[in-house]
């Protein structure tokens, strides 16, 4: 069965901090890594989609980067509007299209 | 439309009742997806439509659970017989095309039962 962990379940950082959200997944086959950010009260929004070891995509001061085994986030010198939840999902050869969500890091910005 | 709508956007019901959940898509979309998103957790996956058809039915919890997309644009979830455990966010998904990366998510329909 497809698992997908992400640590740690809560961040709280200096605005400035930079750090790392992990996305570690066990699968059977990944056809894609998502990342996703949800704040309150609203569905996840789309970041990111990563398919192969090695790969890293940019966004603002978002970065994420993918190994066989695991995916990071990297958020460099964040601001309060970083604030929200990050979820990471796979998507997998057996599994058709449905995306296997993690349970998120809710990341908290202070001023 | 703009995004995806979803409504109710809060449904309180007594156990044992039906209910009804609609979602329409973005404009053109192709596939449509239906999520249940428990408080703290990640979305877990319900059904898919490619079009009309529903491609996929496995994260269905059982069969008082039932969607329908019968024109290729709308959708409805029925939950039959609502027992407290149904209470989550159900979300709906829709991408413009099957396969691919980007899912646009509804603001979602509360539901809570009694």
């Known amino acids: 069965e497809d698992q997908v962990t992400q640590s740690p379940e809560a961040l709280r950082l200096q605005e400035g901090e930079s750090s790392s959200l992990n996305c570690s997944y066990t699968?059977?086959?990944?056809?894609?890594l998502f990342w996703y950010r949800q704040d309150p009260g609203k569905g996840p929004e789309f970041l990111f989609t990563?398919?192969?070891a090695g790969e890293e995509k940019e966004k603002e001061r978002l970065k994420a980067t993918l190994t066989k085994k695991e995916s990071f986030l990297h958020i460099t010198a964040p601001k309060p509007e970083d604030s929200a939840t990050y979820l990471c999902?796979?998507?997998?050869?057996?599994?058709?299209?449905?995306?296997?969500f993690g349970t998120g890091t809710r990341l908290t910005i202070i001023p | 439309g703009a995004g995806v709508s979803q409504s109710p956007r809060y449904k309180v019901t007594k156990r044992g009742q039906d209910v009804a959940l609609r979602c329409d898509p973005i404009?053109?979309?192709?596939?449509l997806y239906w999520y249940r998103q428990a408080l703290g957790q990640g979305p877990e996956f319900l059904t898919y439509?490619?079009?009309?058809?529903?491609?996929?039915k496995s994260g269905l919890p059982n069969d008082r659970f039932s969607a329908e997309r019968p024109e290729g644009s709308i959708s409805t979830l029925t939950i039959q017989r609502t027992e407290q455990r149904d209470s989550a966010m159900y979300r709906c998904?829709?991408?413009?095309?099957?396969?691919?990366?980007?899912?646009?998510f509804g603001a979602g329909s509360r539901l809570t039962v009694l």
């Open positions: 404009s053109g979309h192709v596939s």
């Open positions: 998904a829709s991408s413009s095309s099957s396969g691919a990366n980007v899912l646009t």
């Open positions: 990563l398919y192969s």
């Open positions: 699968v059977s086959g990944l056809r894609g």
């Open positions: 439509f490619n079009y009309e058809a529903q491609q996929d």
């Open positions: 999902a796979v998507r997998t050869n057996f599994g058709n299209e449905k995306l296997t």
